[in-house]
């Protein structure tokens, strides 16, 4: 086979080839993280099928984003070793093999077995695409480049839950894995025809078999005690077990990758201060996007009762409002000081959140929807800015390993965020749950009165004498924790803001340096 580099490409489709090549990058990447977000309106119908709890079924989000966080580090050694062709057609091929180990899972391990080989596909292929299209495109136009790559991971999380929701609803919750498969088969049939191939000129370069090792175990201890501390208690010998040992696996990661002559994740590309700060406000991103892709339907389908479909149906309007302005805002990347932009983007999803915290059961629907939108707008604004920032600052022979390590960094803040922020909410849940209990006292009128009226209600409808006190009190108690449980979600949302909040001191030293003419 004759190679296909990005400038034959380029002579043999003219100016449309950029755009071409930035479909085909950016529906892989959409579709894989389209399955990851179609699963998590899934939650609440897998708890029932399965009989588990939030703290098992979280694991079908945790365990995908743990592992495509892990193989975002194999982007370089695929593009030197395989070429961006084989390695995205691969990594499309192994997402078809996850799908279908889903929709037949028998049970909830086999169900996050075939999530962790769908997180394995979406995190190689994204660094793949990161750097092709970024090398497609002239040193002024790549803003508008990565935002509309974002379009790509920004619209799926959003759209995910809609056609979740729709599915689950019409046919199962098995299907949800069956409908990205004919966009995932399109994907690769116009990586045939756009992505470009290996060079011939660089050899196979060695794998760092022991590093990724080391890695990978240690992300799964850490997230594993991170997921688990609440239910085994955080000072019990597991959990303590667990961290000292995730902890020491990500300290012989560190110092094996120092001393590997082909590390898999370079620290040299750390020595560039722009680059630290958008790996951090990446980490926070990350953190954000998918804590709160994960609690916004799992929230108005436990809190507020809503349908699988009217659940995913609240982001449609921010995926609409966002899609228009994704141009718009790569525009502003190539035209304004980044770190403007990123504070803009952060304080816009921290007032998101915080008007989240205002809501409860009895909030509208197109109220939920209004606030999604002012929280996804920083989004559309945070992914060019920390993208082209993190890029711009590394020299041309680190933009491989610079592009995988900053999806590395960001998803590793997904992966992390979901489970933090599920542990911090059954944690607030649980307090507020004591809390609200501690007053329910002879001296409580409202509790009195509410007893009282259901003990009517209870006698009215022909239920035994027997059972009115204890049903009353059955009902109270379902009230507490329904209140415990939105206490609970609230304060999730109000730690998100405050996290973003904190993430505006970086933010300010964002693109402080002079981006890298090429």
């Known amino acids: ?151 790509g991971i920004m619209i799926a999380p959003i759209m995910g839950p809609v056609v979740g929701g729709i599915t689950i609803d019409w046919i199962s919750w098995r299907h949800v894995f069956f409908i990205p498969l004919p966009v995932a088969g399109i994907a690769m049939l116009m990586a045939v025809l756009f992505m470009p191939t290996k060079d011939p000129a660089v050899k196979r370069p060695p794998f760092d078999w022991s590093g990724y090792t080391l890695v990978c175990l240690a992300i799964v201890c850490l997230m594993t005690a991170v997921a688990n501390g609440q239910r085994d208690g955080w000072v019990s010998d597991k959990i303590m077990g667990l961290f000292l040992l995730g902890g020491g696996l990500a300290t012989a990661f560190v110092v094996s990758q120092f001393r590997s002559p082909a590390p898999i994740l370079n620290f040299a590309v750390f020595k560039h201060p722009q680059f630290v700060i958008a790996a951090i406000l990446g980490f926070v991103f990350g953190a954000g996007n998918f804590g709160s892709t994960y609690i916004i339907p799992v929230f108005v389908q436990t809190v507020q009762d809503f349908t699988p479909t009217a659940a995913g149906m609240v982001t449609v309007p921010a995926g609409i409002v966002v899609m228009c302005l994704y141009p718009v805002m790569g525009r502003l990347v190539d035209t304004f000081p980044i770190r403007y932009l990123a504070m803009t983007g952060l304080a816009l999803f921290a007032f998101g959140m915080l008007l989240f915290k205002t809501t409860d059961v009895n909030t509208a629907f197109w109220t939920l929807a209004f606030f999604g939108i002012i929280g996804r707008l920083g989004f559309s604004i945070m992914i060019p800015a920390i993208n082209v920032s993190a890029l711009a600052a590394l020299p041309p022979e680190q933009l491989d390993q610079g592009a995988g390590t900053i999806n590395f960094v960001r998803l590793m803040g997904g992966a992390f965020g979901v489970n933090l922020i599920v542990v911090f909410m059954e944690q607030r849940t649980e307090f507020h749950s004591i809390a609200l209990t501690a007053t329910q006292t002879s001296h409580n009128n409202a509790s009195r009165e509410l007893l009282g009226q259901v003990t009517g209600l209870l006698q009215q409808g022909g239920v035994a004498e027997a059972f009115h006190q204890s049903g009353a009190l059955h009902f109270l108690g379902r009230m507490i924790e329904a209140q415990a449980n939105t206490l609970g979600f609230k304060d999730g949302f109000l730690i998100l803001a405050i996290v973003f909040l904190l993430a505006l001191v970086p933010a300010w030293r964002m693109g402080s340096g002079k981006r890298r003419a090429r």
Request: charged share 5%; with cysteine.
């Open 1 to 151: 086979m004759a190679t296909e580099s990005v400038d034959t490409l380029f002579a043999r489709y003219g100016p449309s080839y950029r755009w071409l090549v930035t479909l085909t990058g950016m529906m892989g990447s959409m579709v894989m993280i389209l399955a990851s977000t179609m699963a998590n309106v899934a939650v609440p119908s897998i708890m029932g099928t399965y009989g588990v709890g939030q703290d098992q079924a979280q694991w079908m989000a945790s365990a995908f984003l743990a592992t495509m966080t892990a193989s975002q580090l194999l982007g370089a050694w695929i593009i030197a070793a395989m070429g961006a062709r084989v390695g995205y057609l691969a990594a499309v091929a192994i997402f078809f093999v996850g799908s279908l180990i889903c929709a037949g899972a028998p049970n909830i391990d086999i169900l996050i077995f075939g999530r962790v080989v769908q997180g394995f596909a979406a995190g190689a292929v994204q660094p793949v695409t990161l750097v092709v299209i970024f090398r497609a495109y002239p040193a002024d136009q790549r803003g508008l480049a990565m935002s509309l790559y974002a379009m």
